[in-house]
């Protein structure tokens, strides 16, 4: 019995189908939360690779 070939989705596809459509309010706060997180990350790698803490961080940027 031949088996029918697996059908492969997109990110775009499974994000539609498991948190909501673009521009629909959980779509929306899916995406703020995500780059929330993306940016967060990347700041902590810029730190780090600068040995900062993040004290020192913060004085540097007025905080």
């Known amino acids: 019995m031949k088996k029918a070939p697996m059908k492969i989705y997109t990110l775009d596809e499974m994000i539609d189908k498991h948190v909501g459509e673009r521009g629909t309010p959980r779509r929306e ?29 913060g004085e540097l940027v007025g905080v």
């Open 29 to 57: 706060a899916f995406a703020h939360r995500l780059s929330m997180d993306l940016l967060g990350r990347a700041i902590r790698t810029l730190r780090k690779d600068r040995n900062l803490t993040q004290e020192q961080l």
